[in-house]
C-alpha cells in the first residue's frame, strides 16, 4: 500500500488519540503526514475523568483514536467525553477510531434479561458526537448493522496474506482451519488470499474462557501437516488451545496461529507457550501488549497503513470497499 497522503489538507483536520492505543495513534498520523495533537488527562479527586483537547478543532474534521481495551469501561467514557469535547467545539466532523470494538461480542440476546450491549455502545458513540466510526474485525458481521451512522468495518486479512506470501513459511500441505462456523466465511476469504484449503470447526461456549470443540471437523484436516489456525480475536486462549489440541491429536505437525486482535489475558501465554507446535503466532497492534504478554514467535503487524488508507480514501470522497472485512479485497503489495 503506497503512502499517499498528499490531498489532505493539514489544516483541515485534527487528529487526537486516547490513552489505550496511542502508539498505533502515531503511526496513523505518521503514514498521513499529519501532527498528532496533545490531549490533556487527569482525575478530579472524587475519581471523576478530566479531558481536554489541546488543539482547536472549530470547523474542522477530528479524528479520535481510542482502542476498547482493559480497563474497557475508562477508554469507553473517555472517548465518548472527547467527541463530545469536539461535537461542542463545533467541529465539522468527529470521526471515532475504534480499532478494537471489544463489545462487538455481545451482539444478540442469548439469555433472559441481558443487554445487547453492542448496539447500545454504537447509540452511545453517536449521542456523544460521532459522525461515522471505523473499526477493525468485528466478532460479527451484523454489529455493523447496529450503527445508524456510517460506519467502516476494515479487516487485516490483506496484511496477514502479504506476511504469510513473504515470510519463509512452507505453504504447501497447510489448511486454514476456522474455530467456529461463525468465523468460516473470513477464514474462506483467507484462504484464498494463500490458495489454500478451509476447514471449521464446531464450537460450544461453555464459558468466558472454556468451550468445547466437536470433532467431526478432524476428518477435514486429516493428512495435512500444517495447519494455521485464523481467529479474529485471542483472549483467554481458551478456544485456540482446544481447538490447538485437537489438530496435534489429527496428526497435524505444526501450527501458525493468526488473529486480528490479540489480547492473552490471565494464562493465555503460558497455554500457548506450552505447546511446541506453535511455530508462529501472527497478529495485530489493534491492541497493545506490555513486554510480559510477548513471546520469541509472536509477530505484529501495524495496521496503521489500513486505517491510513481508509482515512484518505472517506477523506477524499473515495470508495473503500475493497478495505471492508467483508469485501473482495486483494494483497495490500
Known sequence: MSNQTQDIDPDDVRFFSGRSNPELAAKIAAYLNLPLEKAHFSRFSNDNLFVQLGASVRGRRVYIVQSLVPPVSDHLLELMMMLDIAKGAAARDVHAIIPYYSYARSDKKDAPRISITARLVA??????GATRVMTMTLHSPQVHGFFSIPADPLTSRGLFADYMIDSSVDLSDSVVVAPDVGGAKSAARFADLLDLPTAAAQKTRVSDSEVRIGSLFQRQVAGFRHAIIYDDEIATGG???????LLIESGIQELTIIC???????TAIGRLQAMPQIREIVTTDTVPRAPERQLPNMTVLSTAPVFGQAIRQNYLHRSIGELFDFGEEKRYR
Do not use: K, M, N, P
Not at 447509540?123 to 456523544?128: F, Y
Not at 478456544?239 to 489440541?245: A, C, D
Not at 486480528?260 to 490471565?266: A, I, Q, R, S, V
Open 123 to 128: 447509540d452511545l458513540l453517536q449521542t456523544a
Open 239 to 245: 478456544t485456540v488451545v482446544e481447538l490447538s489440541r
Open 260 to 266: 486480528t486482535h490479540g489480547l492473552f489475558l490471565g
